[in-house]
C-alpha cells in the first residue's frame, strides 16, 4: 500500500472524528434542527464524509474519539467549527457550551484555558464584546 494512501485513510477518519463531535454538538439539546441539519450537510460535503458514513455518524451511539491536531491553529479551527455549528439556530445554550469546554479540553486546552476561550468565544460570535476588543480584532 502506497505511503499516500495511509495518510488519506488517515486524514479522512480525523475527518470522520471531527464530523462526529460537530454531530453530538448539534444533538447536544435533544434535536438537531433543519438550520443545524444544513450547517452538518455543509460540513459533510467540506470533510469529504460519505452517505454511509453519515447515517452512521447520525446514530444515537458516537463511536469517533476526538481526533487532536497538533498546530494551534488547526485546533483553534475546530473550535471555530464547533461555534459555527452551535450557532447554527442562533442560540447557544448552556449544554452545547459545556460539550464545547469538554471539546477545547479533549483538543488539548487544560479545563480552565478551555473555559476562557469559550466564553470570549461565545461573546465574539454572539456580539456581547466591548468595543476594546472590537477595535482589536478589527486591527488584527
Known sequence: MPILDLYE????RRNLAHFATLASLAAADGIISEEEKAVLDKFAFRLNITDAEYKEVMKKENKYP??????????????????????????????????????????????????????????????????????????K
Not at 9 to 12: D, I, R, W, Y
Not at 70 to 86: I, N, P, Q, T, V
Open 66 to 139: 476526538i481526533e487532536t491536531p497538533h498546530s494551534s491553529e488547526r485546533r483553534l479551527k475546530r473550535l471555530f467549527d464547533f461555534f459555527g455549528m452551535a450557532l447554527a439556530d442562533q442560540n447557544i445554550d448552556e449544554a452545547q457550551k459545556d460539550l464545547i469546554v469538554k471539546y477545547a479540553v479533549g483538543l488539548g486546552y487544560s479545563p480552565e484555558k478551555a473555559h476562557t476561550l469559550v466564553d470570549k468565544s461565545v461573546a465574539i460570535f454572539t456580539g456581547k464584546i466591548d468595543f476594546e476588543d472590537y477595535l482589536f480584532l478589527m486591527d
Open 9 to 12: 485513510h488517515g486524514e479522512q
